[in-house]
Protein backbone atom coordinates (compact mmCIF):
# COMPACT_ATOMS: atom_id res chain seq x y z
CA UNK A 1 0.00 0.00 0.00
CA UNK A 2 1.63 3.47 -1.10
CA UNK A 3 1.88 5.92 1.72
CA UNK A 4 -0.40 8.29 -0.30
CA UNK A 5 -3.36 5.72 0.03
CA UNK A 6 -2.59 4.80 4.10
CA UNK A 7 -2.84 8.82 4.50
CA UNK A 8 -6.06 9.63 2.78
CA UNK A 9 -7.30 6.20 4.63
CA UNK A 10 -6.53 7.50 7.77
CA UNK A 11 -7.60 10.72 6.99
CA UNK A 12 -11.19 9.56 5.64
CA UNK A 13 -11.21 7.66 8.77
CA UNK A 14 -10.58 10.43 10.81
CA UNK A 15 -13.03 12.12 9.31
CA UNK A 16 -15.72 10.25 9.71
CA UNK A 17 -15.12 9.96 13.31
CA UNK A 18 -14.85 14.08 13.58
CA UNK A 19 -18.33 13.72 12.17
CA UNK A 20 -20.05 11.09 14.37
CA UNK A 21 -18.71 13.41 17.20
CA UNK A 22 -19.75 16.39 15.59
CA UNK A 23 -23.31 15.31 15.13
CA UNK A 24 -23.53 14.82 18.64
CA UNK A 25 -23.77 10.79 18.04
CA UNK A 26 -23.47 8.83 21.33
CA UNK A 27 -23.44 5.94 21.58
CA UNK A 28 -26.51 4.05 24.00
CA UNK A 29 -24.77 1.43 24.87
CA UNK A 30 -22.13 3.31 26.48
CA UNK A 31 -21.58 3.42 30.08
CA UNK A 32 -24.00 4.67 31.84
CA UNK A 33 -23.00 8.13 33.81
CA UNK A 34 -24.50 8.87 37.20
CA UNK A 35 -27.48 10.57 36.09
CA UNK A 36 -28.85 8.24 33.85
CA UNK A 37 -29.08 5.70 36.98
CA UNK A 38 -30.42 8.27 39.08
CA UNK A 39 -33.35 8.82 36.09
CA UNK A 40 -34.56 4.96 36.46
CA UNK A 41 -34.67 5.28 39.98
CA UNK A 42 -37.27 8.20 39.43
CA UNK A 43 -39.17 5.88 37.60
CA UNK A 44 -41.99 3.80 39.40
CA UNK A 45 -43.05 0.66 37.83
CA UNK A 46 -46.55 -0.06 38.09
CA UNK A 47 -48.59 -3.13 38.82
CA UNK A 48 -49.01 -5.35 36.22
CA UNK A 49 -51.76 -8.50 36.10
CA UNK A 50 -51.49 -11.48 35.70
CA UNK A 51 -48.30 -13.95 36.14
CA UNK A 52 -46.54 -12.87 33.41
CA UNK A 53 -47.05 -9.23 34.33
CA UNK A 54 -45.59 -10.05 37.46
CA UNK A 55 -42.51 -11.46 36.15
CA UNK A 56 -42.25 -8.33 33.62
CA UNK A 57 -42.26 -6.29 36.28
CA UNK A 58 -39.61 -8.16 38.14
CA UNK A 59 -37.51 -7.96 35.04
CA UNK A 60 -38.57 -4.14 34.67
CA UNK A 61 -37.43 -3.06 38.55
CA UNK A 62 -33.60 -5.71 38.29
CA UNK A 63 -33.21 -3.14 35.05
CA UNK A 64 -34.05 -0.39 36.04
CA UNK A 65 -32.74 0.25 39.71
CA UNK A 66 -29.93 -2.59 39.91
CA UNK A 67 -29.65 -3.27 43.68
CA UNK A 68 -29.99 0.42 44.49
CA UNK A 69 -33.74 0.36 44.51
CA UNK A 70 -36.08 3.34 43.30
CA UNK A 71 -35.53 7.33 44.83
CA UNK A 72 -38.40 8.74 46.75
CA UNK A 73 -38.80 11.22 44.28
CA UNK A 74 -41.32 9.33 41.69
CA UNK A 75 -40.70 11.81 38.68
CA UNK A 76 -42.28 9.27 36.27
CA UNK A 77 -44.30 6.34 36.55
CA UNK A 78 -44.18 3.57 34.12
CA UNK A 79 -47.80 1.69 33.01
CA UNK A 80 -47.77 -1.41 31.07
CA UNK A 81 -51.06 -2.34 29.66
CA UNK A 82 -52.68 -5.19 27.31
CA UNK A 83 -49.76 -7.68 27.86
CA UNK A 84 -50.98 -10.18 25.60
CA UNK A 85 -49.96 -13.65 24.54
CA UNK A 86 -50.51 -15.12 21.41
CA UNK A 87 -49.83 -18.86 19.98
CA UNK A 88 -49.55 -19.37 16.04
CA UNK A 89 -49.57 -23.38 14.99
CA UNK A 90 -46.08 -22.74 12.21
CA UNK A 91 -45.45 -26.84 11.78
CA UNK A 92 -48.50 -28.76 10.67
CA UNK A 93 -47.96 -31.94 9.70
CA UNK A 94 -49.94 -34.01 6.79
CA UNK A 95 -52.21 -35.58 10.00
CA UNK A 96 -52.59 -31.94 11.43
CA UNK A 97 -50.41 -32.47 13.85
CA UNK A 98 -48.62 -29.14 14.90
CA UNK A 99 -44.64 -29.27 15.59
CA UNK A 100 -43.87 -25.53 16.45
CA UNK A 101 -45.45 -22.83 17.91
CA UNK A 102 -45.24 -19.23 17.63
CA UNK A 103 -45.29 -17.28 20.54
CA UNK A 104 -46.03 -13.57 20.19
CA UNK A 105 -45.86 -11.48 23.52
CA UNK A 106 -46.90 -7.71 23.45
CA UNK A 107 -47.67 -4.82 25.29
CA UNK A 108 -48.30 -1.23 25.39
CA UNK A 109 -45.51 0.96 27.51
CA UNK A 110 -47.04 4.01 28.92
CA UNK A 111 -44.54 6.36 30.71
CA UNK A 112 -46.29 9.09 32.66
CA UNK A 113 -44.89 12.39 33.99
CA UNK A 114 -46.13 12.63 37.53
CA UNK A 115 -44.67 16.62 37.47
CA UNK A 116 -46.88 18.01 34.63
CA UNK A 117 -50.77 17.09 34.00
CA UNK A 118 -53.07 16.83 30.80
CA UNK A 119 -56.15 19.02 30.67
CA UNK A 120 -57.79 16.59 32.37
CA UNK A 121 -55.93 16.63 35.15
CA UNK A 122 -54.66 13.54 34.48
CA UNK A 123 -50.54 12.81 34.87
CA UNK A 124 -49.53 13.58 31.12
CA UNK A 125 -47.91 10.75 28.77
CA UNK A 126 -44.36 11.49 27.75
CA UNK A 127 -43.91 8.30 25.83
CA UNK A 128 -46.06 5.35 24.69
CA UNK A 129 -44.60 2.51 23.01
CA UNK A 130 -46.22 -0.51 21.89
CA UNK A 131 -43.61 -3.21 22.22
CA UNK A 132 -43.61 -6.81 20.81
CA UNK A 133 -41.55 -9.68 21.01
CA UNK A 134 -41.65 -12.59 18.47
CA UNK A 135 -40.11 -16.30 19.22
CA UNK A 136 -40.85 -20.01 18.73
CA UNK A 137 -40.48 -23.38 20.38
CA UNK A 138 -41.34 -26.94 19.81
CA UNK A 139 -44.03 -29.46 20.29
CA UNK A 140 -42.19 -32.73 21.39
CA UNK A 141 -44.23 -35.95 22.24
CA UNK A 142 -43.39 -35.71 25.86
CA UNK A 143 -46.03 -32.91 27.64
CA UNK A 144 -43.44 -31.82 30.43
CA UNK A 145 -40.86 -30.90 28.07
CA UNK A 146 -43.30 -28.86 25.79
CA UNK A 147 -44.73 -27.14 28.89
CA UNK A 148 -40.78 -26.30 30.07
CA UNK A 149 -40.20 -25.29 26.39
CA UNK A 150 -42.98 -23.00 26.92
CA UNK A 151 -42.39 -21.47 29.86
CA UNK A 152 -38.40 -21.01 28.52
CA UNK A 153 -39.74 -18.86 25.69
CA UNK A 154 -42.10 -16.92 27.21
CA UNK A 155 -39.05 -15.87 30.28
CA UNK A 156 -37.17 -15.44 27.09
CA UNK A 157 -39.97 -13.26 25.41
CA UNK A 158 -40.54 -11.04 28.08
CA UNK A 159 -36.77 -10.33 29.30
CA UNK A 160 -36.56 -9.06 25.61
CA UNK A 161 -39.43 -6.69 26.45
CA UNK A 162 -38.04 -5.28 29.68
CA UNK A 163 -34.82 -4.94 27.17
CA UNK A 164 -37.14 -2.87 24.69
CA UNK A 165 -38.38 -1.17 27.40
CA UNK A 166 -35.04 -0.02 29.27
CA UNK A 167 -34.01 1.05 25.69
CA UNK A 168 -36.85 3.17 24.96
CA UNK A 169 -36.70 4.83 27.88
CA UNK A 170 -32.71 5.44 27.72
CA UNK A 171 -33.15 6.84 24.67
CA UNK A 172 -36.21 9.08 25.92
CA UNK A 173 -34.30 10.40 28.98
CA UNK A 174 -31.31 11.09 27.23
CA UNK A 175 -33.36 13.49 24.68
CA UNK A 176 -34.54 14.96 28.12
CA UNK A 177 -31.16 15.34 29.54
CA UNK A 178 -30.19 16.87 25.97
CA UNK A 179 -33.41 19.20 26.13
CA UNK A 180 -34.92 17.55 23.03
CA UNK A 181 -38.34 16.77 22.81
Do not use: W
Not at 27 to 35: G, I, K, M, S
Not at 90 to 110: P, Y
Not at 155 to 162: M, R, T, V, Y
Amino acid sequence: MSLFKRFSAVFLCTLLLATAAGCGFSPLYAVRTQTAIEAFRDITIANIPERAGQQLRNLLIDKLYGSAGPSGQNRYRLVVNDLQERETSMGVQKDATVTRIQLRVSGEFILHDLHNTDADGNPAVVLQRRLRTLNSYNVLDNLYATRISRQNILDISLNELADQAVTELSLFLKRQENGQQ
